[in-house]
């Protein structure tokens, strides 16, 4: 069996994931993997699937159109022709929230300094509602931190990106973070 990367985008509404796991059900494939949000009133799913021996992917995205689109959902496949290999530097799992009035930059300012450091993004979450308030407008990245990264320059580099952008943040270990957003 192959594997395909299907996205799935549309009003959001009741009965979107079941219409695509309808349809690839119909078609024989197995979800493997799925994630799917709502962006203010817009749906976006993202479905990694098995398709069945002999089923070509131009075939199964005709069908998904074929289904889906009457529905007003627009569909992408992506083949994937090799499984990407894990990050092969042991990280460790934190947590970073931004809090601060919207303005252009602000994902662009913190994913750069990420990037700098070898972060990798595995979550992110933005809300931006508008305005000075900053609880209106709120970023939640979660991130690998590679165990070679030095954490006190890269918590000193944070707080100082934020500052420069307006924002305040923070840096937890997701452990930490997990246990005090259960209360």
């Given at each position: 069996?192959?594997?395909?990367?299907?996205?799935?985008?549309?009003?959001d509404?009741?009965?979107?994931?079941a219409a695509?796991?309808?349809?690839?059900?119909?078609?024989?494939?197995?979800?493997?993997?799925?994630?799917?949000?709502?962006?203010?009133?817009?749906?976006?799913g993202?479905?990694?699937?098995s398709?069945?021996?002999?089923?070509?992917?131009e075939?199964?995205?005709?069908?998904?159109?074929?289904?889906?689109?009457?529905?007003g959902l627009?569909?992408?496949l992506?083949e994937?022709?090799?499984?990407?290999?894990?990050?092969p530097?042991?990280?460790?799992?934190f947590?970073i929230t931004?809090?601060?009035?919207?303005?252009?930059?602000?994902?662009?300012?913190?994913?750069?300094?990420?990037?700098?450091?070898?972060?990798?993004?595995?979550?992110l979450?933005?809300?931006?509602?508008?305005?000075?308030?900053?609880?209106?407008?709120?970023?939640?990245?979660?991130?690998?931190?590679?165990i070679?990264?030095?954490?006190?320059a890269?918590?000193?580099a944070?707080?100082?990106?934020?500052?420069?952008?307006?924002?305040?943040?923070?840096?937890?270990?997701?452990?930490?973070?997990?246990?005090i957003?259960?209360?």
């Open positions: 069996m192959s594997k395909v990367i299907i996205t799935v985008l549309g009003c509404r009741p009965g979107i994931v695509v796991s309808m349809a690839l059900f119909d078609c024989r494939c197995n979800i493997e993997d799925v994630s799917q949000t709502i962006l203010q009133t817009e749906f976006a993202i479905f990694i699937v398709v069945p021996t002999g089923m070509k992917p075939d199964l995205l005709t069908a998904l159109e074929k289904r889906l689109h009457p529905e627009s569909v992408f992506k994937v022709g090799s499984v990407c290999a894990p990050s530097l042991e990280a460790e799992p947590v931004t809090l601060g009035p919207d303005r252009l930059g602000l994902v662009a300012g913190i994913t750069g300094l990420l990037s700098d450091f070898g972060i990798n993004i595995t979550h979450q933005a809300v931006f509602r508008g305005g000075e308030d900053p609880r209106r407008n709120v970023m939640i990245y979660e991130v690998d931190i590679p070679g990264v030095d954490q006190n890269f918590r000193a944070l707080y100082d990106r934020a500052r420069e952008l307006g924002l305040e943040a923070s840096l937890q270990h997701r452990d930490i973070f997990e246990q957003h259960r209360i």
